[in-house]
């Protein structure tokens, strides 16, 4: 299998390196055409004339300056209210699965629900593909529907004066993908989860249902809205529902621990994009999209103004995307979170949330510009981002390579692509973040499934050394070919989706012509390395070698075998089978439960998806337009939708043969690293991480991969000591301070006050009466001396 | 009034009172004596010294007859509050009430002067005395062979309660004393006039002692057939003039002949005379009243005699070892003893 | 012109002096001076009453001294009713001063400080 494999990667690369070639010996005439049709032609200014191909330059030339921007005025258009049934309905869902939920109603209702709901939402999605997409991509003016009132506050005449920020819709390219993807995807996720969740229909089916539905509503909020504050609203909408459902399991400390934790990190980006909003909002007086990306446009680069507070809302909106996507020094969040349920990870933690952070780069990619910050600060902030990115791709990758948990290492994968994903926006080709964004959303759902429904089977197990051989274990077939597919987009694998879209990415940073973004490229070109290598170490762990099979220790499985026992089970292969299996039961053998007809629909469908992703790249040829990037195009984001043909030269030769060329072979060579260590060799790959774990110098390589580079323990360190010391503090004032001396004072002062006064008590007539006449000859001497004299004796 | 000299006489006669507490040798109790009583004329001294003279009198003897009496009073007040024999201590305290009483009668007030000594001397002493001696029968174990207990002899807390006493007599003599013209000390004309008429529509009341006493005043004048006093239209005996400084009555003879007798200032009936009327016509209510305090007296006497006597009855019965009378309550529902 | 002088009286009620008006305020003051020093002084509780009776004298004698002073009978009269209430009183603490020796055998006041417990 692996020689067959070379030859078919070598026969590709053949084949690709004379088609995908336009060579210097293209004529510069064709080369200006193709310019022309394929990047700006969809640039044309309202007023009608083709834009010169001196923008064509520009753009594809261009990292921090990119020229004059023309954003096309959003159309008001009410005919399309019927949007807001894609919000309706899932918050219609949620209201009847949280009624299900508060009255305890078992059975499969919620799920029912949520998917009918969901669907609809994917019918409304594609529907307004069909009817509106067209118009988009004609008059590039996105489309704004109202509709509902929420704040609208005008206190005086001048325009920073009044406030507004309705529930409306602002339909342009970006947004219309993330809608079409997202309510796919939630739709494919949920029938899924409706069989996943099904050993807890008698407790918290509901709530899950409940909570899924109102993230996709918050998700559609995050996406659809027109205003920063209706993008905040989802953005704190999806930040709780991911609460929610990573505690889903309540009953454990881990998954409320990391529920807490995943909170309280998105909240640290939550400040990032609050006060963003804020400073948006002084300096430009709206927070609505449109009027936002007409002021930006309509200053030049020498009449920025506004000083520290513009500067600030780039950074303070990268902070942001570090707090939801993971990434920089928030991303510990994201591995926790996979103590929810699995298709929580694939729905919230690899497909949607965390993309949620792509999507607000995309979206406030006209402040990243020089129209907005001026020159020098937009390239500061630019390469800011590509930074972020490129590092936290690394650290993720470097971090995959020593976790023992397959949940994890997917986990670890997400943080790495998100990582390209922000370094695509930062290098500047926001069709290579938003392509691989939607490329990502398909094999990363289809990976994670995968491993909830081994997860499902195993009973729980998630540590894949204790599995072995599932390619051959019946009923699992089908998944662990799906995960090889996934696997294989994970890496890169020539010609998938992933590859073509990443590829992009990784080809603007090599080419450019900043030194640093060739750097963040050749950095992006090893983690793709590293990431086949533990993209296979996984598969051919789990996948390959001898069927071993130790179950984890989760209960649902009993429950959730013995519930379906009328389930057409093909790991017994036949009645008889079954009832002398399930006699067997009581003897202590371990029967995995094979995946169910709705798992592997949804799998299969995925699996699917995942390969029709790469389409846009396959018929960009044919059709003279990458689908993606028309949509990337037609958003605020065009500036930067870079040229997936026009690009300058990799190492002095031709950059798309190169970089191809690059790209393989250390996809090749991860893939081969992994094959000998984890297939055909496993007790080298053992020995080789025993031999590095004795050895003091080179002991820090595989101990540090598998405790993510001890940065939690550092957090806890430099987060905890502190809170430490100031409990410690607090606390000795409480016992010492306030116990001591000002409770006890008060306790006591009483019975000093008491004691004063004691003697007076003596039980003896005399005494009291003296001490009345004492009173008296006072009040006596008083009046004589002091009232009756008139205050002078 | 001098207030440096005055406090200073209070000081020394605080001090005479204090050295007097203890028991003392004779000559130095002599020798206080006579402190203390210079203390007392030198306070009187210091008050009366810039007293208002009226200007009819001279020099008016019966002022040293009061300073006499004062002493004698202080005297007898001072060995009363110091003297360890309660006994002699009583017996000093009729000594005050005599003078007292003369005092009372120097200020015109027969009635209570005799009356003081009836009450007081007559018969709220002689019960403490009586009191006093019942108290004493048994042999106190605190004797010791002393004349008198220790509890009479050590005085309690004396310095505290003789700075109380000063301050009182200072701020009350400053109240009374030392204010200018604060108290009316001589009788205004309008205050004559107004006791004339009082006494005068006192007398209203008496018309046989009117008609007794102005008939013998005629008499003298020649005029002896007096038969009855004339009544003004609504009734009255005695007319006042508008003035207020005279009035006069008129007899009328058996014949109809008319004497008007004038009644100068001086005219009034005697002190018991007066008192006996105004008790009974002016403050009815509160004669009544003293007697009911008086009957509530009787009442208490007779209640706690009464308790004594069942708890005397019953000592001397469980001495003899014979069963007890007082069980709560049967003497009240007249149970057989 | 007949004028009656007097009935029977006395001294006629005239104005009095001022000088022995005051000498005999003094001599009060004094009195209720000592009496109060006697009250706080004497642990013999007959003798503590007996000085409150003294204080008594000493109210009465102003009275009185004020009653000339103002030359009305209304001095006098409050004496009356000093007296009988000075009498009232005398007689009820007697007894119960009686009782209490009867209980502790001792005219000490100081006896009786339990009570304040």
């Given amino acids: 299998m692996s020689t067959v494999a070379i030859i078919a990667l070598a026969s590709a690369f053949v084949t690709h390196a004379t088609a995908h ?26 007023d009608g004339h083709a834009v010169d191909a001196a923008h064509a330059v520009h753009s594809t030339s261009g990292y921090a300056d990119v020229g004059p921007l023309h954003f096309v005025k959003a159309v008001a258009n009410t005919d399309f209210a019927w949007l807001k049934w894609m919000l309706l309905a899932p918050l219609v869902s949620v209201i009847l699965c949280g009624a299900m939920a508060m009255f305890k109603v078992k059975g499969r209702l919620p799920a029912l629900f949520t998917v009918a709901a969901f669907g609809l939402s994917t019918a409304m999605a594609i529907a307004l593909y069909f009817q509106f997409g067209p118009t988009l991509f004609a008059t590039h003016a996105p489309l704004t529907v109202p509709f509902m009132d929420w704040l609208s506050l005008t206190w005086g005449p001048g325009p920073f004066q009044s406030f507004t920020a309705n529930l409306g819709f602002y339909i342009d390219g970006i947004s219309m993908l993330w809608m079409l993807f997202v ?30 539905s109102l993230f996709v509503t918050s998700m559609l909020i995050l996406v659809m809205s027109d205003n920063l504050v209706g993008l905040y609203l989802g953005w704190e909408g999806v930040g709780l529902c991911s609460y929610m459902l990573i505690g889903y399991y309540a009953t454990q400390p881990g998954a409320t621990a990391a529920a807490k934790k995943a909170f309280i990190m998105n909240r640290i980006g939550d400040l990032g994009l609050a006060l963003a909003i804020f400073l948006i909002w002084t300096n430009y007086g709206t927070v609505q999209y449109d009027s936002l990306f007409q002021a930006i446009a309509g200053s030049t680069s020498e009449a920025v103004q506004g000083g520290w507070s513009k500067a600030a809302i780039p950074f303070l909106l990268l902070l942001a995307v570090c707090g939801k996507s993971a990434q920089g020094p928030l991303f510990t969040w994201l591995p926790d979170a996979m103590w929810g349920p699995t298709p929580v990870s694939a729905l919230i933690h690899a497909a949607t949330m965390v993309t949620a952070g792509i999507y607000l780069l995309a979206r406030m990619a006209p402040f990243y510009t020089v129209q907005a910050i001026g020159p020098e600060w937009a390239e500061t902030a630019l390469l800011t981002v590509g930074w972020i990115g490129c590092f936290t791709a690394f650290i993720g990758a470097t971090i995959a390579c020593g976790q023992f948990d397959y949940k994890r290492v997917f986990a670890y994968s997400t943080i790495s692509s998100l990582g390209y994903m922000v370094m695509g926006l930062g290098v500047g080709t926001a069709f290579g973040g938003v392509y691989y964004v939607f490329t990502h959303a398909w094999f990363k759902a289809l990976l994670f499934l995968t491993a909830g429904a081994v997860m499902h089977g195993m009973a729980g197990q998630v540590d894949f050394r204790k599995l072995g051989g599932l390619l051959r274990v019946p009923g699992f077939r089908l998944t662990m070919i799906c995960m090889l597919l996934g696997c294989l987009w994970l890496a890169t694998a020539p010609f998938s989706a992933a590859a073509e879209s990443k590829d992009i990415i990784l080809l603007t940073a090599l080419t450019s012509h900043v030194q640093q973004v060739q750097w963040m490229g050749w950095i992006g070109v090893l983690t793709a390395g590293i990431t086949a290598y533990y993209a296979f170490r996984v598969w051919f762990r789990l996948a390959l070698g001898p069927v071993k099979i130790e179950p984890g220790a989760d209960q649902h499985a009993d429950h959730g075998h013995d519930d379906h026992a009328g389930h057409a ?120 991480r025993a031999f590095m774990l004795n050895t003091t110098g080179l002991k820090w390589i595989p101990l540090g991969s598998e405790h993510g580079w001890y940065v939690d323990q550092f957090y806890n360190a430099i987060i905890g000591i502190p809170a430490w010391l100031g409990a410690q503090l607090l606390a000795f004032t409480d016992r010492f301070v306030i116990d001591g001396v000002i409770v006890a004072a008060i306790g006591r002062f009483p019975g000093f006050i008491a004691r004063v006064f004691q003697p007076l008590y003596t039980g003896t007539v005399q005494s009291y009466a003296l001490t009345m006449a004492g009173g008296i000859g006072l009040i006596v001497a008083w009046v004589v001396w002091v009232w009756l004299s008139g205050g002078a004796s | 009034m001098n207030a440096n000299l005055f406090y200073a006489a209070a000081a020394l006669g605080a001090v005479v009172l204090y050295l007097m507490m203890e028991p003392r040798p004779a000559a130095f109790r002599a020798a206080l004596t006579v402190c203390g009583l210079a203390a007392v004329a030198l306070i009187i001294s210091a008050v009366a010294r810039n007293a208002p003279v009226p200007e009819s009198a001279g020099t008016d003897p019966s002022f040293w007859v009061h300073v006499m009496v004062a002493l004698v009073a202080v005297a007898g007040a001072a060995r009363m509050v110091t003297h360890p024999r309660p006994v002699y201590a009583a017996l000093y305290f009729v000594l005050v009430i005599l003078a007292v009483s ?27 005395l009586f009191v006093l001696m019942l108290a004493q029968q048994s042999g106190d174990q605190s004797m010791r062979g002393e004349e008198s207990a220790w509890y009479d002899r050590t005085p309690r807390e004396p310095i505290a309660a003789l700075i109380l006493a000063f301050i ?57 057939d007096i038969a009855k006093l004339e009544r003004s239209a609504d009734g009255r005996i005695i007319s006042v003039d508008p003035s207020g400084t005279t009035a006069s009555l008129t007899l009328l003879s058996a014949n109809g002949d008319r004497h008007p007798i004038t009644l100068d200032g001086t005219a009034a009936p005697a002190n018991s005379t007066a008192l006996g009327h105004a008790l009974v016509a002016q403050f009815p209510v509160s004669l009544e009243l003293a007697g009911v305090i008086l009957l509530m007296a009787l009442f208490g006497a007779v209640v706690l005699a009464r308790r004594q006597m069942a708890m005397a009855e019953d000592e001397r019965r469980a001495a003899a070892g014979l069963p007890r009378i007082d069980d709560g309550g049967s003497l009240s529902r007249g149970g057989a003893a | 012109m007949i004028t009656l002088a007097s009935m029977g009286s006395v001294a006629p009620m005239t104005p009095a002096m001022p000088a ?78 009686v009782l209490l020796y009867r209980r502790k055998e001792t005219l000490s006041s100081e006896a009786w400080a339990e009570l304040k417990e």
């Fill in chain 1, 21 to 46: 070639t336009p060579t210097a010996s293209m004529e510069p005439a064709l080369l200006t055409t193709l310019a022309l049709a394929l990047g700006d032609g969809a640039i044309a200014a309202a």
């Fill in chain 1, 569 to 688: 089970d093909h790991a017994h292969g036949g009645a008889d089978a079954h009832a002398g299996h399930s006699a067997a039961h009581g003897s202590g053998t371990f029967h995995p439960h094979a995946p169910g007809f709705r798992i592997s629909l949804v799998l299969t469908l995925l699996a699917i998806g995942s390969v029709l992703a790469g389409l846009p790249s396959y018929l960009a040829h044919s059709q003279g337009f990458n689908w993606i990037q028309r949509f990337v195009q037609n958003s605020s984001a065009w500036m930067r939708a870079g040229n997936s043909e026009e690009h300058g030269q990799i190492l002095g030769r031709d950059a798309h043969s190169t970089l191809f060329i690059i790209a393989t072979s250390v996809v090749v060579a991860g893939f081969l690293l992994a094959w000998i260590l984890h297939a055909k060799n496993r007790a080298l790959g053992d020995r080789l």
């Fill in chain 1, 183 to 212: 309510t796919v995807l939630a739709t494919l996720i949920a029938l899924y989860a409706s069989e996943y969740m099904e050993s807890d229909l008698k407790a918290g089916y509901a709530r899950f249902f409940f909570a899924v």
């Fill in chain 3, 20 to 97: 022995n008006i005051q000498v005999t305020l003094a001599l009060a003051i004094i009195l209720f001076a000592i009496g109060l020093v006697g009250f706080l002084t004497r642990r013999n509780m007959i003798l503590m009453f007996l000085s409150t009776e003294l204080m008594f004298q000493a109210a009465a004698l102003a009275f009185v001294a004020f009653g000339r002073m103002w030359m009305d009978l209304s001095g006098q009269l409050m004496v009356i009713f000093i007296l009988t209430v000075a009498a009232a009183e005398a007689a009820l603490a007697l007894g119960l001063v």
């Fill in chain 2, 102 to 128: 003369v005092n009372f009668l120097l200020l015109q007030a027969e009635f209570m002067a005799f009356a003081l000594l009836i009450v007081y001397a007559g018969a709220i002493l002689i019960t403490y």
């Fill in chain 2, 168 to 224: 009182m007599l200072s701020a009350t003599g400053d109240a009374l004393f030392r204010r200018d013209n604060s108290v009316p000390w001589l009788a205004s004309p309008a205050v004559v006039a107004r006791a004339n008429i009082r006494a005068w529509e006192r007398m209203e009341d008496m018309p046989e002692l009117l008609l007794r006493e102005s008939s013998a005043i005629a008499e003298t004048a020649g005029i002896t």
